[in-house]
């Protein structure tokens, strides 16, 4: 007979792992980490992509592009070297660090190449402009029309813009997809005048937007028809549909919130009043304006849904395949009509190609939210559309993305070591209000750096519309488009827009309570930022206390950098603008000059203060927290001859408007040595950045 005897105590305890010093830390190294259980080479890759992007844009002369090529090469093939060597592969991880940065590099060289238009170089004199109207924005001086070029008056056809962008002041009687005359004036997209802060110029470059003006007078219908090629053709019909959808949208879902539910459906803003797109914005609610992932998520998530529920139903069909695979295609159809029908921007495209990664892998029988998604989703935005590394938008939407999939991954993990934590509807409201706060928090330093405010009631306005989005307009969305081939489309579209009426009635409600917008006394650095993105990078990594210890060793490095920056206590915009750090250390607008170029996004919600009635109006300043100054701003007799004065502890500087103009904008810092006078970034030196030969 078999007997089973208890174990004796072993002589020699030796953890699984090996004996030695090595194994311990390496085995202590891997439960530091969560995604030690997983292949980190996507997820190493995908941010090395991005560091080699940003390296691109950092540069202040415009690489060779075969040179980039043949390094990416010689990177490609000691990589695969060290791979197929088996004593190399310790070099492997930095090899492919290695690759990833050269490979985004190049891959922003060459976008850079492909998308190479013609641009204005000078402020033109009146012009005819033809050509046919692509889409169509409100702007607080009248609608912008985006114009794809026919012909420019007194230019060649190598010197013609592709694309041009309109203010067009009076009532707009042409829709997207006809050909138009108008007489316009033109200049090249302007460069930013503050150092860091949003780059027009290289945005438009990548869109090939040529020029920017205004029209002198109305735009008016012209005979001729769609432009030569299939696709041109067919870009104009979509245009031209998304119109009459909107125009449809607007009339059916009523007057209060139809302009909410065209831009929500085709994404055409012109309905829309701007004091609702400014309450969207000061609410913390701005994310439901631009088509991206959480619109994307919505219809893929919710076709995907109703087709698996609906399949599983029928029994002989759900015992032989999987009936979640010919829901995910469905979702996939679903999610690519969207993107065209709402003008497939650059967010609404990397929320598309996200979409695309999760319903592949449903296809794949891998799991669809992941991190190894979620980084085969950023390789693939990273070399389709480098220039999106640098935008708000990727940084924004990545970084939350990557928190919640983190997130929910550990809390999964907790539900299920604890069996039921909570029920299914406490766990519904508790999930809104994680996704709120996590994603609120991780966009927050990205928020900070690029518009120097911050939604003060972020939470509690997500936390009030969000269930509202999810649980009643999305299938109020989805009825009606059920309804519309029997001849109800209407209704659904009615009862949608009371839904959105609800939700504009929240933001209006929280951007009219106290400090809704916050505003920060300090900018924000670049290195604060960085910081702060690997701080947001280790606590998606690692897992339990670690993700607190090891975000905040880089957290606190990152806010004292913040304090020590350096103040900005004046900047004179292009536009004429200046903006002054008052006494209470706030930044303020003065509509000193009119001019012709941008302010600066960091302070377009800046406070606007009035000027005193004679030519010289003296302005109290603060430098850093005990230094007072004064500021003269001088009209002078004509607007040519305007100027400023700054005198701060015995230092005095004088600015004057045509040296600012020429300049393109100027800014006073406050640092630790004294005051410094920057001007607007150098031209010529990269292909966005040509100069202005008037």
């Not at 020590?564 to 903006?579: K, M, N, T, Y």
């Amino acid at each position: 007979m078999l007997q089973l005897r208890r174990p004796g105590w072993q002589k020699h305890k030796v953890a699984p792992e090996g004996k030695g010093l090595a194994p311990a830390i390496a085995a202590m190294w891997a439960s530091l980490w969560s995604i030690a259980e997983i292949d980190t080479r996507p997820l190493l890759l995908g941010f090395s992509l991005c560091a080699g992007v940003v390296a691109y844009f950092s540069l202040m002369i415009e690489p060779v592009l075969w040179h980039c090529f043949l390094i990416t090469l010689a990177v490609s093939a000691c990589f695969a070297i060290i791979r197929s060597v088996w004593w190399m592969s310790v070099f492997s991880v930095p090899a492919l660090v290695l690759l990833g940065i050269t490979g985004g590099f190049t891959a922003a060289c060459f976008r850079t190449a492909v998308v190479d238009a013609p641009v204005i170089q000078t402020q033109s004199r009146p012009m005819m402009l033809e050509g046919w109207v692509r889409e169509v924005e409100p702007g607080a001086k009248g609608d912008r029309l985006r114009i794809e070029v026919h012909a420019l008056s007194g230019l060649s056809v190598e010197e013609t813009p592709k694309y041009v962008r309109v203010t067009h002041r009076l009532d707009l009687q042409v829709a997207p997809g006809r050909f138009v005359r108008c007489f316009v004036q033109l200049r090249p997209p302007p460069s930013p005048s503050l150092q860091g802060d949003y780059d027009f110029r290289r945005q438009a470059w990548f869109e090939q937007l040529g020029g920017v003006g205004y029209v002198m007078g109305r735009c008016r219908g012209g005979a001729l028809g769609a432009p030569i090629g299939m696709r041109k053709e067919l870009g104009l019909d979509i245009s031209a549909f998304r119109r009459r959808l909107a125009e449809h949208v607007n009339r059916a879902a009523g007057d209060r919130a139809g302009g909410f539910a065209a831009a929500l459906v085709s994404g055409d803003r012109s309905f829309m009043d701007i004091e609702d797109q400014e309450a969207l914005r000061t609410s913390g609610l701005s994310h439901l304006l631009a088509i991206s992932g959480l619109h994307m998520a919505m219809v893929g998530g919710l076709v995907f849904l109703i087709v698996w529920r609906f399949l599983a139903l029928i029994e002989p069909l759900a015992l032989r395949i999987a009936v979640q695979k010919p829901a995910a295609v469905a979702a996939l159809i679903a999610s690519f009509a969207y993107l065209v029908i709402s003008g497939a921007s650059v967010s609404t495209q990397r929320a598309f190609i996200m979409s695309a990664v999760v319903f592949g892998a449903v296809l794949a029988d891998r799991a669809a939210l992941s991190l190894r998604s979620y980084a085969i989703a950023m390789i693939l935005v990273v070399i389709l559309q480098p220039e999106s590394v640098v935008t708000p938008g990727f940084q924004m939407s990545f970084v939350a993305s990557g928190a919640l999939i983190a997130t929910y991954d550990a809390w999964s993990r907790h539900r299920a070591e604890q069996e039921r934590v909570m029920s299914s509807v406490s766990y519904t409201w508790a999930s809104l209000f994680m996704t709120s706060l996590i994603a609120g928090v991780a966009t927050a330093p990205f928020a900070i750096y690029h518009f120097d405010r911050l939604a003060g009631f972020g939470l509690l306005a997500n936390l009030l519309a969000m269930p509202i989005i999810s649980f009643v307009s999305a299938p109020l969305a989805a009825l009606s488009l059920i309804l519309t081939p029997f001849g109800f489309g209407d209704i659904g579209l009615r009862l949608f827009g009371l839904s959105l009426e609800a939700v504009l009635a929240v933001a209006n409600w929280v951007a009219g309570l106290p400090n809704a917008a916050v505003t920060l006394p300090k900018s924000m650095p670049i290195s604060t930022l960085v910081l702060s993105a690997l701080a947001i990078g280790c606590a998606m990594a690692a897992r339990g206390r670690a993700r607190i210890l090891l975000a905040g060793l880089l957290i606190a490095p990152a806010v004292i950098l913040w304090m020590q920056a350096p103040d900005v206590v004046l900047h004179w915009a292009p536009s004429g603008e200046v903006f002054l750090r008052n006494e209470r250390g706030e930044i303020v607008r003065y509509e000193f000059v009119d001019g012709e170029g941008l302010s600066p996004l960091r302070y377009a919600k800046a406070g606007s203060a009035p000027l005193c009635l004679s030519s010289n109006c003296s302005v109290a300043t603060v430098r850093g927290q005990s230094s007072n100054g004064t500021v003269t701003l001088n009209s002078g007799r004509t607007p040519e001859a305007a100027s400023i004065k700054i005198s701060i502890d015995g230092q005095t500087i004088d600015l004057d408007w045509l040296n600012i103009r020429s300049a393109g904008g100027a800014t006073l810092i406050s640092g630790r040595n004294g005051m410094v006078l920057q001007y607007a970034p150098e031209c010529g030196n990269r292909p966005w950045r040509a100069c202005d030969q008037s």
